[in-house]
């Protein structure tokens, strides 16, 4: 039966090792409290590190911890060694990509031999993953520690089904591209089928940077990198409502929340709950509510902060600093406005059960939530679920992903001490009936998109990818097919061969003119011509002279700008009917307009056409442009009974009724042929395609929709197909 595995840096089960005994209790953390109750519904196994470095490990405890885990909790441990975790855990990861991702560039060192570690954890999570995934099972990769381990696991298990989930925010381009391992990073990610986001705005980023450093371009959030269909999609992340909403009746929950007012007694409680981190804003939200004492001195002694630091990361430097200031500020406060009998925060650093956190929650009249940069915070999710009553405030900031969803709270700059301040005397002042109508809103909301919503809609559209790529895959040639092809080939007699050139007998380039056919190509084509049974036909957008330049060697027959000129062997170039080309003195202003607007952009003219080329524009720019250019042609063209062609990053303006197809009927109307193929890749080339016969075998290079009968990937596969026919011919 197939499963779920769900892939993270660490288990839902935290192992420490205290005085020779292993103690096992429940990892903290947004993705463990978030998907832990979706993970215990299903068939699922949980693989991550275990906590522990192996060398503190004797094997007999390593074989407890791995006992006790899959047993009792279906989690298979990984044991990384104390200087994997030194270079991988606080190396990488805390030095490198989270600084990077969360925009503190001041922050991130780049070193190559944390890379390095970084890779050699992804394969060792990739050895252990291998070892318990089926080839029908689905793997849900957590989080920016593992990167790269949807391609080392694709190239181990080619037909599994991946998706990949970041749970902080994914950069912009300019931020991105600082990182020197950026393609691999990317490159790693985008073999899983599946890529999610908390926002739409990270989504962009990511797209962003793909199609900048790989070239790569979407539509609607659909990737074809390579010969692989993928697809990008934001999820915002719920939680466990009902485990919330319904924790408040609990008694041991009540209990605690009544010791907690007892404590208070008729003041105001501000709470304010993070892990200790640089991107939660800890000391500007500290410097804002002291400004707010000082602004509101009539709130001194009917308030009180109620400071939550988790502790985290303690062994990194930023973070041991961070500390120090959050220490140092929280005494400064408390023996600036404190008095005997009120201190105005209430500072604990430690980590919160989960009632006496609900208690917390519950207890509080304003959250104050406010990271500098976070990608979604659970924590205002949870807030929100837990007044039963609906009473309550929370003020977010507008830089977490949760702000998308919670309109209704007080949406503030976290960087903005004064809109702080005003937030929090709105806050307290606020009547109750408005703060139950917002909460209500929101609680409706975050119960209908809770997270077993959120993890069932990222395993729907993973089931929606992989059809699409089945479908798809369904058009490729099957090896049944291929035996078939080359069969009917060997024992043909007239054989017609069209073969498109850019983008399917070689790959695009950046300048069209330094993209020449290699000695490999040349030797292909010799071979294939050279046989007296084939008739083979170079099509192509490409001017006849060039065409003519690179191919009056060989035995072939040449169809040039889309089929605007024709030649065959021996004879002089012949157009289909009479051609103008008056017509350009009007329509080239427009597109050179346009390559002045538009950097990295040409135009290249040829006999009876106009090529607009934006291979090199910025992808967002080409977007923007080749739009503009597009409506503006089409509003000239309508006047002289021209008709403009979109190709792989140009727009070609041309006569109507020219293209590829028409010419191709003169070849097949010349004869009863027994054997006709034809491949291309540009929607050029769907013209020929339409006008074949059902029998022919054309193939559309590319995995996308089209009117030829069969996929090819790639050049390289179009390449082994023609030397699978130059084989046969030689047997024949």
């Known amino acids: ?35 832990s109750s979706f993970y215990k519904a299903h068939n699922s196994i949980w693989l991550g590190w275990c906590g522990i470095p192996s060398d503190k490990l004797s094997k007999k405890e390593k074989k407890r911890i791995e006992t006790k885990l899959i047993r009792e ?50 394969e ?19 989080d920016y520690h593992l990167m790269l381990l949807p391609k080392l696991i694709r ?119 993070d892990r200790l981190d640089y991107t939660k804003g800890i000391i500007q939200r500290l410097e804002a509510f002291d400004s707010f004492l000082e602004k509101n001195p009539k709130y001194q002694k009917k308030v009180v902060f109620i400071l939550v630091v988790v502790p985290s990361r303690t062994r990194v430097e930023h973070y041991r600093l961070l500390k120090k200031q959050v220490d140092e500020f929280v005494g400064k406060m408390n023996g600036k406005y404190g008095s005997i009998g009120w201190m105005p925060i209430w500072y604990l650093y430690s980590f919160l059960s989960f009632r006496n956190l609900v208690a917390l929650y519950n207890a509080a009249d304003v959250a104050l939530i406010t990271p500098l940069k976070d990608g979604m915070n659970l924590i205002a999710k949870e807030f929100i679920a837990s007044k039963g009553d609906g009473r309550g405030v929370l003020i977010l900031s507008e830089r977490t992903g949760a702000a998308k969803e919670l309109g209704e709270a007080i949406i503030v700059n976290p960087n903005n001490k004064e809109q702080i301040c005003e937030a929090l005397k709105d806050a307290l002042t606020m009547p109750e009936q408005l703060q139950i109508e917002a909460n209500r809103t929101m609680q409706r909301r975050l119960d209908r998109y809770n997270v077993q919503r959120w993890a069932g809609d990222f395993m729907d559209s993973l089931s929606n990818i992989k059809k699409i790529q089945k479908q798809l895959s369904a058009r490729r040639l099957s090896f049944v097919g291929k035996r078939e092809l080359f069969a009917n080939y060997s024992k043909s007699k007239k054989r017609l061969i069209f073969l498109d050139y850019d983008g399917t007998l070689i790959a695009f380039g950046e300048r069209p003119e330094k993209v020449k056919p290699d000695s490999e190509l040349l030797k292909l084509l010799k071979t294939l011509a050279s046989d007296r049974r084939n008739e ?92 503009e250019l597009k409506s503006a042609l089409l509003h000239f063209t309508t006047n002289f009974n021209l008709q403009v062609l979109e190709g792989n990053k140009v727009l070609e303006v041309k006569r109507v009724g020219v293209n590829k197809g028409r010419a191709v009927l003169r070849w097949l109307e010349k004869k009863n042929w027994d054997f006709i193929l034809a491949i291309g890749d540009d929607y050029t080339d769907e013209d020929v395609f339409a006008v074949l016969s059902e029998k022919a075998y054309s193939f559309k290079v590319g995995l996308l929709p089209s009117n030829a009968r069969f996929n090819l990937n790639s050049v390289k596969e179009v390449r082994l197909l023609l030397k699978g026919l130059i084989r046969r011919q030689k047997d024949a």
Not at 128 to 142: F, Q, R, S, Y
């Open 536 to 627: 083979l036909v170079i099509i192509s957008g490409r001017e006849k002279k060039i065409l003519e330049k690179w191919f009056a060697c060989l035995d072939v027959r040449l169809i040039a700008e889309h089929g605007a000129w024709l030649k065959e062997k021996g004879n002089k170039w012949e157009t289909i009917e009479p051609l103008k080309s008056d017509w350009k003195e009007k329509a080239r202003p427009i597109l050179e307009l346009y390559a002045d607007r538009t950097p990295g952009s040409f135009v290249e003219e040829k006999d009876f056409s106009l090529v607009w080329h934006y291979r090199r524009v910025d992808p967002e720019l080409a977007l923007v442009r080749a739009r």
């Open 124 to 142: 060792l999570f990739c050895d252990k993953l291998a070892e318990i995934a089926g080839p029908k099972d689905t793997i849900w990769i957590h």
């Open 73 to 122: 909790h279906n989690c298979y441990p990984l044991f990384l060694s104390k200087r994997n975790i030194e270079k991988y855990y606080y190396g990488f990861f805390n030095k490198t990509l989270w600084p990077l991702f969360h925009c503190f560039n001041q922050y991130v060192i780049y070193d190559k031999a944390l890379w390095q570690s970084y890779k050699k954890v992804n």
């Open 1 to 35: 039966m197939s499963k779920l595995l769900i892939v993270s840096n660490r288990l839902p089960v935290t192992i420490e090792k205290r005085k020779g005994s292993l103690l096992f209790r429940q990892s903290a953390g947004g993705l463990v409290t978030g998907i």
């Open 155 to 273: 190239q181990r298990l080619p037909n599994v089904k991946i998706g990949f989930f970041l749970h902080i925010p994914f950069p912009p381009f300019e931020t991105f591209r600082l990182l020197p391992w950026r393609k691999e990073i990317l490159e790693g990610v985008l073999d899983a089928d599946l890529i999610g986001f908390h926002t739409y705005d990270y989504v962009w980023h990511f797209l962003f940077s793909v199609g900048r450093l790989l070239g790569y371009e979407h539509t609607l959030g659909q990737i074809t990198a390579g010969n692989h269909i993928l697809k990008v999609d934001s999820f915002p992340m719920g939680i466990d409502y009902k485990r919330f909403a319904k924790a408040v009746d609990d008694l041991r929950v009540q209990k605690e929340h009544s010791k907690i007012r007892n404590k208070v007694g008729s003041r105001k409680i501000i709470l304010s709950i």
